[in-house]
């Protein structure tokens, strides 16, 4: 029976250990989504996270551009204002900005060859005073075509300085954008427009903005799509241009953002950030991604010099800009500090082409992935059976998460945070070895209670009595203390047993522990001796007082009836012996056996009693 019993507990102990475990795994999620929470909503620690992921954002984009990801579209042509042209331009014309009417000689000679587009990412604000002739013949030249595009500037500028301009109608576009995922009024919504030569802005010329806003350290990763003004939208330069050319030459004038903030025009899917803007997918190094032409060597050549190469620019996308460092337009990407406006646009153009523009994971995806590093990361702490291991496999995990957002960016273009994860998964790592520590504990406890306690009673044991004692023999021999043990035994105990049956028995041997843990102190040790016997060690603790102790427990047994079934009660009593270190022996075995003389002598006297010899016997 007391086999049956033992297995029932343990049975129970197990469970309890599984709801322990489950509990842990349950508390590890909380504690770190918890922290993740606090985290969010803390300014200071938010943007370290944000600049962080940015910055690894730019090192996968740096590998994926040394080995050769996106090869850069051939038809994409840069006219280029570089430091040779600027010097040129100073030496011939005297003066910069440069007399609008060489624009118009530059027009014509591409035009000849009938590109797909001539895109100028130069601002014509304000006329010449001592040249009006030309900024009308630049505007007429620019007419004569309908693939060529301008830029202008939205800004925040006060109306005091600058009265915000009545722009034409057909420069807006519509924009259907009722799911909100896109904030482009709040990141791109500006009172005041840059306004350029009005001859341009009242002429068929595409216009489209070039706004860009730098992320909070310094480096261009995102374009917008559109700016929002006086009411309505009006799109970027090179989104304007490439549109129309992937419309067949068309420009759209009806966009949608939907639930999944994807800008659809027509069958042009682009994905954006919830700022309204496109994470730009990089290709190469500045100025030789893309082939420059310097905008010197094209005059040359259109005034006659044929010693400059015949360029043609049959259905290419030719952008004019500056590449001078001289000339300021030089910005920081993720592939380079030094970087000139012009080509990021050109940039922009080819992950229009080419569709290839960056997307980030969702929300929803990220607390997946996290939700998994963490059960995969408390799973190898709990599964390990040494921080070698465990530490090793976290080590390993991350570099093969750390690898696998590489590739999905290189494949799918999809930009999966790198540093929050990792973050929680250090902090997973942390959390569970201190779970882990806390159920080693636990269950070093748990074995250590099985190994020493008795199933059925919940008293020490046997072999924890022995040790006990041996313990408290040395204790005492050390401090020159007395102690002293009391054995006991159950009277009749075979009677209940084949009176009213085993289940019975075990319910007296039950109450008589109880009532023993209940009359003794918190430093004694009450044990089961064996079978129907049980032991008490009581430290520091004279003879008389040992006698006073066992007679209290005697009575306190007898008078404590057990309930067989409804109708019958029976009473116990229990035989009692004491024996003292040192004066009844010096070692476990002379302890014992005057403590059972003394058991016996109360057996042999009537039972119910505690036992006491004369100092000779």
């Known amino acids: ?124 604000i304000k006329s010449f005073k001592s040249k009006p002739a030309e900024d009308a013949l630049l505007a007429k030249t620019m007419s004569k075509y309908d693939n060529i595009y301008t830029a202008i500037n939205f800004d925040s500028q006060s109306p005091d300085v600058r009265k915000p301009a009545v722009l034409p109608s057909r420069m807006a576009v519509n924009v259907e954008n009722d799911t909100g995922k896109a904030d482009i009024e709040g990141y791109f919504g500006y009172p005041n427009c840059r306004t350029i030569l009005s001859e341009i802005l009242d002429s068929n010329v595409k216009v489209g903005m070039i706004n860009i806003n730098r992320s909070p ?38 966009y949608k953002i939907d639930k999944h903030a994807n800008l659809i025009a027509n069958a042009i899917k682009i994905p954006l950030t919830n700022t309204g803007e496109v994470v730009l997918n990089w290709y190469g190094p500045s100025m030789r991604t893309y082939r420059n032409i310097p905008f010197h060597k094209l005059i040359k050549s259109i005034n006659g010099d044929s010693s400059i190469e015949n360029y043609n620019f049959k259905d290419k996308i030719v952008l004019i800009g500056t590449t001078a460092s001289s000339l300021f337009d030089t910005k920081s990407v993720p592939i380079d500090k030094i970087y000139p406006g012009v080509e990021i646009h050109a940039t922009y153009m080819n ?3 080419d569709n290839s523009f960056i997307k980030k994971s969702t929300p929803f995806t990220n607390a997946v992935i996290i939700l998994l590093l963490v059960f995969a990361v408390s799973f190898i702490v709990f599964k390990s059976s040494s921080a070698v291991i465990a530490t090793t496999s976290t080590v390993l995990l991350c570099a093969a998460y750390n690898l696998a957002t590489y590739y999905v960016m290189s494949l799918f273009n999809l930009w999966i945070q790198v540093v929050v994860p990792l973050f929680v998964v250090l902090l997973t790592f942390a959390i569970s070895y201190l779970a882990k520590y806390l159920l080693k504990s636990k269950d070093f406890e748990y074995q250590y209670r099985l190994a020493t306690t008795d199933g059925l009673t919940e008293l020490y044991n046997h072999r924890y009595f022995q040790d006990a004692l041996r313990k408290q023999i040395d204790m005492s021999r050390r401090y020159e203390h007395e102690f002293s043990l009391i054995i006991l035994d159950i009277d009749f105990f075979k009677k209940f047993n084949d009176t009213y049956g085993h289940q019975v028995g075990d319910s007296v041997l039950r109450t008589v522990a109880h009532v023993l843990k209940k009359n003794t102190r918190a430093t004694d040790y009450v044990c089961r001796y064996g079978g129907e016997e049980m032991s008490i060690i009581l430290p520091q603790t004279a003879k008389e007082e040992a006698i006073i102790n066992a007679q209290r427990i005697c009575d306190a047994v007898a008078h404590t009836p057990l309930k067989v079934n409804n109708t019958t009660e029976v009473n116990i009593t229990i035989s009692l012996g004491v024996s003292t270190f040192p004066y009844d022996g010096d070692s476990p075995q002379k302890i014992i056996e005057k403590a059972d003389k003394a058991l016996y002598y109360a057996k042999e006297h009537g039972r119910n009693q505690v036992g006491i010899l004369n100092d000779n016997e």
Not at 230 to 242: D, E, I, S
């Open 217 to 254: 350290d310094g480096i261009i990763r995102q374009v917008p799509v559109f700016a929002y003004y006086n009411g309505k939208y009006y799109p970027h330069l090179t989104l304007l241009a490439g549109t129309t050319i992937l419309n067949n030459g068309v420009p759209i004038k009806n």
């Open 1 to 124: 029976m007391d086999n049956n019993t033992n297995n029932i507990n343990e049975n129970n102990d197990n469970k309890k250990e599984k709801i322990f475990n489950r509990l842990a795994y349950f508390l590890i999620t909380a504690s770190i989504l918890f922290a993740i929470l606090l985290l969010a909503n803390n300014s200071l620690i938010s943007n370290f996270f944000n600049d962080s992921e940015n910055k690894s954002f730019d090192y996968r984009q740096s590998l994926l551009v040394k080995h050769r990801h996106l090869k850069p579209n051939k038809d994409i042509v840069i006219i280029a204002i570089d430091d040779g042209s600027y010097e040129y331009i100073l030496d011939k014309y005297g003066e910069w900005p440069i007399s609008r009417a060489v624009y118009s000689k530059i027009i014509e000679r591409v035009e000849a060859d009938n590109p797909k587009a001539l895109i100028f990412d130069l601002m014509f």
């Open 351 to 353: 992950n229009l082409l």
